[in-house]
Nanobody, 123 residues
Framework: QVQLVESGGGLVQAGGSLRLSCAAS????????VGWFRQAPGKEREFVAV????????VYADSVKGRFTISRDNAKNTAYLQMNSLKLEDTAVYYC????????????????WGQGTQVTVSS
């Protein structure tokens, strides 16, 4: 398994930007797809984005498409989520996840999760 630690969350006004980071340690980071999920209070955890192990393929949830960008730097064992044009409904705890099987990752059934970082968007 790979160990993941998120950072970069915080309080931002609507329309603003944040960049989340996901630092990985353990087994070879470059062999895993990496994704981001989020969970708002009282709601189920939902898929946000995924990037494949080489960084050439990305998939986004419709709710964030065009506003969020997922990327990775395998040399630094780090993945990122650039969030622009933030909306109130983006408020949630954001989790990083890594898996060698993308279907399992997107389904939220992976074993390797970070502890989460809080993102709060204010009006």
């Amino acid at each position: 398994q790979v160990q993941l630690v998120e950072s970069g969350g915080g309080l931002v006004q609507a329309g603003g930007s944040l960049r989340l980071s996901c630092a990985a340690s353990g087994r070879t980071f470059g062999s895993y797809d990496v994704g981001w999920f989020r969970q708002a209070p009282g709601k189920e955890r939902e898929f946000v984005a995924v990037i494949n192990c080489t960084g050439y393929t990305t998939v986004y949830a419709d709710s964030v498409k065009g506003r969020f960008t997922i990327s990775r730097d395998n040399a630094k064992n780090t993945a990122y989520l650039q969030m622009n044009s933030l909306k109130l409904e983006d408020t949630a705890v954001y989790y990083c996840v890594a898996d060698s099987a993308r279907q399992r990752l997107v389904a939220g059934r992976s074993e390797s999760w970070g502890q989460g970082t809080q993102v709060t968007v204010s009006s």
